[in-house]
């Protein structure tokens, strides 16, 4: 496992937030608000807010979706574990409303790979963006300002869904790569079994980030990092060619919005 020994993690926990707690206060919100999914991530996030502007003042949200009972009861683990509060909103039947209704207003077998892989990513990621949706209908009601959980792995590949989970206001571990939050974690005194657990979006059972992304968390660190500086001798072709591909083929997601400007042709 790839660790970093040289970085003072709890030094870092001060510092994000601090940088937390000024833009709360800038944007004159009572509190954050923090989709809660029993992962790492999204523990270390809870940590964080409610280490800067205190317990009191951040609101994780449960959000199950056809999802695994485990998900649920980590993510209350976690609340618990940093004293958070924490509301549940179960987005199963939601999910499955809106999808009916999609499928009835087209004919699936006229859309390109309508029952293949496509399909399901498509499918899935209705999840995230219903998710995003909740988050921000209770940052509204509570005057609260959405924080998200995307770690600079998973940014720099584009493994996010666009306007789901990168839906935020504000990324507060987007510059530390998965070993790193991992360290952040234990600073933090999250649970051990959250730390250990394998990564996963949840988008469908049994799925699994590194199964996904098709490498090890360490490996794909490890493959960003070399890119990231120009050293990339030691690795193998096959994890370049995946990692730069994966970066390429994700740039939109990283990018403004495309917009025309007349004065610009």
Known sequence: MMEQTTTDFAAVVTDIATWLEQHRAAAAADRFIVGLSGGIDSAVVCGLCSRAAGAGRV??????????????RDAAAVAETFQVETITVDLTAVTGGLLTAIRTGINTAAVSDGNGPRAQLAEANVRPRLRMTTLYYLANLMNGIVVGTGNKSEAM??????????GVDLLPIVDLYKHE????????????????KPPSAGLWPGQTDEAEIGLQYDQLDAALMAIASGETGNLSPAVHDRVRGLIDGSDHKR?????YRRDER
């Open 59 to 72: 609101t994780g949200v449960i959000m199950p979706s056809d999802s695994n009972a485990d998900d649920a």
């Open 157 to 166: 590949i584009g493994y996010f869904t666009k306007y789901g989970d990168g």
């Open 181 to 196: 939050v991992r360290a952040l974690a234990r600073a933090l005194g999250a649970p051990e079994g959250i730390i250990t």
């Open 255 to 259: 990018q403004p919005i495309p917009a």
